[in-house]
């Protein structure tokens, strides 16, 4: 059985059009490229300066990942300083970037980055990825450990970016930020609508074209 993360990395996986340039957070985004349809071959970009992220053959003190894990760049791939990759993004480049979430709003406003009291490396370049890049998912588990809801009527950590969210997916549902609000679009299998009401504490439209993940 597939575990939460899985499930949610197999689904944003689709979202992903071939060609196109994507950026991707640390954590559970980083297994999005595993479940790639076998025609879709999209270029991943890391903000710390290069394109064509790819497996790690073998570990190279000098090439790492944005969140400083050893990285892989397939060939044809290139390295650049932080001003071409900020270029790229803040030039609206980057086709999609897909995120973690601590929390999303009715608003599709994004936070990620920090819980107050709570010691944590940085925003990194996700405040300039939520702003430059096309689409912004937001890729998270439906609730947190202790079981409340991380999907909101208003955000209240602080805020990555306002109004960024183009889509979110957890193992529970696909839910599109709508300018209406937050439109519940697919189920997983075996969750009914009434299960993902439940535990989200924003408002939820139904689609009426609502399937199956």
């Known amino acids: 059985m597939a575990s939460a993360k899985e499930t949610i990395a197999r689904r944003v ?7 196109e340039l994507v950026n991707l957070g640390i954590g559970l985004p980083t297994l999005v490229p595993n479940y790639l349809p076998a025609d879709v071959s999209i270029v991943l970009q890391s903000e ?12 190279d ?10 990285a ?14 900020f270029s790229l993004i803040r030039g609206g480049h980057v086709d999609a970037t897909v995120l973690g979430a601590l929390q ?13 009291g709570k010691m944590v490396p940085g925003m990194g370049g996700a405040m300039d990825l939520v702003v430059g890049a096309k689409k912004v998912i937001a890729a998270m588990e439906h609730t947190a450990k202790d079981g409340s809801p991380k999907i909101l009527k208003n955000c209240n950590l602080p ?31 075996g969750v009914s609508a009434a299960d993902v ?3 989200t504490e ?6 009426p074209a609502l399937k199956t993940m």
């Open 13 to 19: 996986a689709r979202e992903l059009k071939d060609g």
């Open 48 to 59: 710390n300066g290069f394109v064509g992220l790819g497996p790690v053959a073998e570990t």
């Open 61 to 70: 003190p000098d090439l790492t990942n944005a969140g400083g894990a050893p």
């Open 72 to 85: 892989g760049i397939i060939p044809g791939g290139a390295t650049f300083d932080s001003l071409m990759s």
């Open 104 to 116: 999303v709003d009715e608003q599709g406003n994004l936070a990620n980055w920090m819980v107050p």
């Open 159 to 189: 805020l990555t970016g306002k109004g960024v969210v183009t889509l979110i997916v957890t193992e529970l549902g696909v839910i599109r930020v709508t300018p209406a609000g937050l439109v519940l679009e697919e189920t997983a299998p």
């Open 197 to 199: 009401i439940a535990k």
């Open 202 to 207: 924003a408002k939820l439209t139904v689609s």
